[in-house]
């Protein structure tokens, strides 16, 4: 039997911890390396069940915490954005899981392409920020961008056979969030509580509040045109509320082929662990006999503009979408932290980006500085 070796960045997070879900379930992939943010417990316990060889907390001052819980274990503790890069480029692992949430993502996957690793992407900004360097450093490098999203996985598994050149458009379908069908006002008394309720997906607390915004479906139309060589008219967004479809391509000959299953993320990260090839999976399957129906809408860009924006920045390119990712990023923290209404979430955002300078091909360095200006802006604001 032949074991396929993953090194996990952001392993205590929502997919990271079903990306080890996945690895419990098959004898034929292991764990060579574990990358976490600041939770020492859970990483603890996810280094006694997997037995890595390396792991690292990126916060130093919890990684020695660690250090001294894990002393009786064969495991090297590393930390910060060297500890990162070393897991991303751990000589033995075959392939890098990123679900590391936030900028810090970037830099580490950079890395491992250069290291020639097959990347399992679940890191928004690596493309959305970053997609022009990239997307032409795999390329360079021979290595695959396995996407780990369920509506990037599902185009990924249309299009496995078929020509790139021949899409004639991409359909991302959207869930709407639990706040499909209201009004201005009544979003404006949304709480924190209400917006972490996702209908459907069990995601983490950040991106459960994009999915809600639209701004995270946003991020997945910048990330499409990265993945599969398309333009922005070429991505139309159609919310389909029972997250049954989880997105579709329109060919050129006017066929539309989808992919469709129960909401379950272990679908895409499996997938993207084992490409080419399908495993089975444990758990609920799709009963079309139980299957009433399934509906399709217009998204609402008046009531939900994050979308709108998430557009307007990936059109204008250059650091655009780094702004637009950034000002997000610290308006959602703000509105956890209950300090801004639900609705100035994409108030903050447009005015991050009417305040930025444009730079066209920003380097890794003009990228963080770019995410460091917007974010200020926001927390000033």
Not at 171 to 196: H, M, Q, W, Y
Not at 253 to 258: E, F
Request: one cysteine or more; a negative charge.
């Amino acid at each position: 039997m032949t074991v396929k070796k993953i090194s996990v960045l952001g392993s205590t997070g929502s997919i990271g911890t079903q990306t080890l879900q996945v690895v419990r379930d098959h004898e034929d992939l292991c764990v060579t390396a574990l990358a976490a943010g600041s939770n020492v417990e859970k990483i603890k316990e996810q280094i006694e069940e997997f037995r890595p060889a390396l792991a690292c907390l990126y916060d130093e001052e919890k990684a020695k915490e660690l250090r001294e819980a894990c002393r009786h274990l064969p495991v090297k503790i590393v930390s910060g954005m060297e500890g990162l890069i070393e897991c991303a480029t751990q000589p033995e692992a075959e392939i890098v899981l990123g679900a590391i949430v936030g900028m810090i993502g970037i830099v580490p996957t950079i890395e491992a392409i250069k290291a020639g690793k097959d990347i399992a992407l679940a890191n928004k900004e690596t493309l959305v920020c970053a997609g022009h360097l990239i997307v032409p450093l795999a390329k360079e490098k021979g290595v695959s961008l396995l996407p780990v999203d369920s509506e990037h996985s599902a185009i990924f598994q249309v299009l496995h056979g078929e020509e790139k050149r021949e899409i004639h458009k991409i359909l991302l379908t959207a869930s709407g969030g639990p706040f499909r069908g209201k009004t201005l006002d009544e979003l404006r008394g949304v709480r924190v509580e209400d917006a972490l309720r996702h209908p459907n997906w069990a995601m983490g607390p950040k991106i459960t509040i994009d999915s809600s915004t639209m701004v995270n479906k946003g991020l997945e139309v910048m990330e499409a045109r990265w993945l599969f060589d398309v333009d922005f008219d070429q991505i139309q967004v159609v919310v389909q509320p029972q997250s049954i479809i989880h997105s579709m391509v329109e060919f050129e000959d006017g066929a539309v082929l989808a992919q469709l299953g129960v909401p379950d993320m272990r679908l895409p990260i499996q997938y993207a662990l084992y490409y080419p090839h399908r495993v089975y999976l444990p758990g609920e399957r799709l009963d079309f006999t139980k299957l009433t129906q399934i509906t399709f809408e217009k998204p609402d860009p008046v009531n939900f503009p994050g979308l709108r924006l998430a557009y307007e920045a990936g059109r204008r390119g250059g650091s655009m979408p780094t702004v637009f990712n950034a000002a997000n990023e610290a308006a959602v923290a703000r509105f956890l932290h209950r300090e801004i209404g639900y609705t100035e979430i994409a108030e903050k955002i447009e005015a991050a980006m009417q305040a930025h300078r444009v730079i066209e091909n920003p380097t890794v360095e003009e990228i963080l500085a770019a995410e460091k200006e917007a974010g200020e802006l926001v927390k000033r604001g």
